[in-house]
């Protein structure tokens, strides 16, 4: 099946600071989902990406197909962004494959 | 419904106890999909329905593990003769259809416990 790789595993920033989460996919991919899980389990949608450029307040996600990568790009962070990112992708099977996430800490 | 819901929230369990888990998913989506998700092996699919067909039942890790879905709505996750290794958080999504460019919701999660 599909490996999604996912770095860096743990982030630490300050608030404020920006940061750029990968996601890599080892097939084509049909559908690609960047999710935030809260402190509470909560999967949150972010981006539905498949491919293309999106912005969404201080958030933005770039998947490159032909590539096989995507970017998740957090600016000016706030605590309230800490959890865990995951990155899925669907590679045609329509079930969604997750990589293992990035763990980020956004101290004040 | 506004989201995904599921119930119950938790459940703690004896080993060897049989256990059933709800979802509703979104209104007027058709396609229902079961995850997991442990520290072990992280997020990792069980089953999906297409109204009330499950097309793919790869992910069920044993016999015990069954699902259905009547009505093309709620789904009940079931898990007889539970396991120690079967204690995780079960997640359930929903989309408009399957497959194509359809984006997956969430649910809270039932988090299972078995002692």
């Known amino acids: 099946g599909i490996q999604v790789e996912q770095s860096p595993p743990d982030l630490i920033l300050q608030e404020g600071a920006n940061s750029t989460l990968r996601c890599n996919f080892s097939?084509?991919?049909?559908?690609l989902q960047w999710f935030h899980q809260n402190p509470w389990g909560q999967l949150i949608n972010l981006f539905y990406?498949?491919?293309g450029t999106k912005q969404n307040g201080r958030l933005s996600a770039t998947t490159v197909a032909t590539e096989r990568y995507s970017l998740l790009y957090i600016s000016s962070s706030q605590t309230t962004d800490s959890g865990v990112y995951f990155c899925?992708?669907?590679?045609?099977?329509?079930?969604?494959?997750f990589g293992k996430g990035t763990m980020l800490l956004v101290s004040p | 419904g506004a989201g995904v819901s599921q119930s119950p929230s938790n459940k703690v369990t004896e080993k060897g106890k049989d256990v059933e888990l709800r979802c509703d998913p979104i209104?007027?989506?058709?396609?229902l999909y079961w995850y997991r998700q442990s520290l072990g092996q992280g997020l990792e699919f069980l089953i999906y329905?297409?109204?009330?067909?499950?097309?793919?039942k790869s992910g069920l890790p044993s016999d015990r593990f069954s699902a259905e879905r009547t009505g093309g709505s709620v789904s009940t996750l079931t898990i007889q003769r539970t396991q120690q290794e079967d204690s995780a958080v079960y997640l359930c999504?929903?989309?408009?259809?399957?497959?194509?460019?359809?984006?997956?919701?969430f649910g809270p999660g039932t988090r299972l416990t078995v002692l």
């Open positions: 990406i498949p491919s």
């Open positions: 329905f297409q109204g009330n067909s499950a097309p793919d």
């Open positions: 999504a929903s989309s408009l259809v399957a497959g194509g460019l359809n984006e997956q919701f």
């Open positions: 209104s007027g989506h058709t396609a």
């Open positions: 899925a992708v669907d590679e045609g099977y329509s079930t969604l494959t």
């Open positions: 097939d084509s991919v049909n559908n």
